[in-house]
């Protein structure tokens, strides 16, 4: 319980309220002060919102358990992949067109995955993928999404939602990220000290979560020399798309920007994945009809 006051004077006054509890009914009636005491208005009631999911994911080859989201006519994963059948520490050998894994921050020349699986950075940001390892690291049912599925979920969001993918405030990327920060207007559960968290960059970029994608920031490794890199400041996610043979297309948030931008990037990067869901064996495909043409002449036709 607690008031936010908006203005002084005669006339017409809104606020803003951050930092509810998703799918909770809150109360709430306008004030007024002056000099002979305080006057309120009726009683309103609204609810926040649960996400929409498919279920958790099971990934029965390692037995993780990941929360869902769904945009859209898309179920996502809102956590970043943790499926690690292997890692490469050693930098040396990070550097390849064949798969490899790394987490954040190990870099010992043993490649022990136990020791990876103990690293602090796995649980909180999962494993960095090079593109070779990423399209095929999904669980069965689930794929590595391509560009036009980003972009359609970017629209679903921009069409349904009236968000833009601006780098201001109120732009896409801050939509889709999660809301975990040192320091953050929306406060409550979501300034946090401890990870998984995005790092304190202005007062104008903070992650919302309005979709539950919970975007995190779990950095980089560089494809030449193995170095890790802006963990806490940077996601790159990839996509399955290549642009030829050398590199790939991915995706980009940071904890400075409003926006997410696609860009491309060598395949030998080690970026995080989200997966989405395959298609229902049962979706029905369109049926497409194609007319007899008509109003045919010497340079045209109508075709329905």
Known sequence: MGYLASGVGPGV????????DKNTEYYFRAYAINSSGI??????SASTIEYDNCGVLFDDRNGKVYETVIIGSQCWMAENLKYLPEVTGNDAEWYSTDPRYAVYDYDDIANSTIYALSNPNYGDYGVLYNWYAA?????EGWHLPDTLEWSFMFKEIQDNFGIENINDEYGMGNSLKSCRQGATPLQCECEVNDQPRWEYYNDECYGTNLFGFSALPGGIRHYLSGNFGDNGYVSYMWSATPLDEIDAFCYYMHSGLGDIRRYEREKEYGFSIRCVKDLSEDTEEPEIITYTPTDVTLTSALIG
């Open 13 to 20: 006054y809104e606020v803003s309220i951050n930092g509810l």
């Open 39 to 44: 006057a309120y208005g009726d009683v309103i």
């Open 135 to 139: 399209i095929d690291a999904c669980p």
